[in-house]
């Protein structure tokens, strides 16, 4: 540390202060803050930056297991919508074969062959979870039933579904298709 010197315009000698009386005021009340400080100030640091990363490492925990569970219903959802799209370009083949058995014929093993086929085609939709919507003697349901004709009918009670012109059919709780109904009152 350099001394200080005296400069007095009057005395053209030069006093010199020992280095020890310019710091010993200040390195008393120095020292007792920085022995202080050293030990409390890094600690705090370290715990503070503790508890951010922890913070951090929670929430991006949160955001990757929100991310795998929205991904995985995704997977769901269209794993569903691709069955049930495939079901319904194959309803028209149900209907063929409806119409067919509904047709008489004087051939009964041709017969036989179509009940046979429609038997097995019901046994497929059943395993695949496909049911058919039940509609005629039903109270009318705008969830599974389209009404495309009403009647006036005092045999009938209201909203009662007299006629099915198209089945409808559901895959679980999602109805695929419509059913084509005729309602009363």
């Given amino acids: 540390m350099a001394s200080k010197k005296n400069t007095d315009p009057t005395n053209n000698e030069e006093a010199v202060i020992p280095p020890e009386e310019q710091v010993e ?17 890094p600690e705090r640091d370290l715990e503070a930056e503790l508890a951010a990363e922890h913070d951090r490492y929670l929430r991006l925990a949160a955001e990757y297991d929100n991310f ?8 769901e959802a269209l794993y569903t919508d691709i069955r049930s799209d ?21 051939d009964e093993a041709y017969k036989k062959g179509v ?5 097995q085609f019901r046994d497929i939709l059943g395993k695949m979870g496909v049911s058919e919507i039940t509609a005629v003697g039903e ?3 705008p969830l ?8 006036e009918d005092e045999r009938y009670g209201e909203n009662i579904v007299i006629e099915e012109f198209e ?3 559901m895959l679980g709780d999602k109805v695929i298709r419509f059913s084509m109904v005729k309602v009363a009152n």
Avoid: C, W
């Avoid at 495939?86 to 004087?106: C, G, M, Q, W």
């Avoid at 009940?115 to 038997?119: A, G, L």
């Fill in 139 to 141: 109270t009318f349901d």
């Fill in 167 to 169: 089945k409808g059919f």
């Fill in 115 to 119: 009940e046979m086929t429609m038997n």
């Fill in 86 to 106: 495939t079901i319904l370009k194959l309803l028209p083949v149900y209907d063929n074969l409806a119409r067919a058995l509904s047709h008489e014929t004087a």
């Fill in 144 to 151: 599974r039933h389209n009404a495309v004709m009403h009647v």
């Fill in 25 to 41: 005021d200040t390195v008393t009340a120095a020292s007792a803050d920085a022995a202080a400080e050293p030990e409390k100030a």
């Fill in 68 to 75: 795998r569970k929205r991904n995985q219903k995704e997977r």
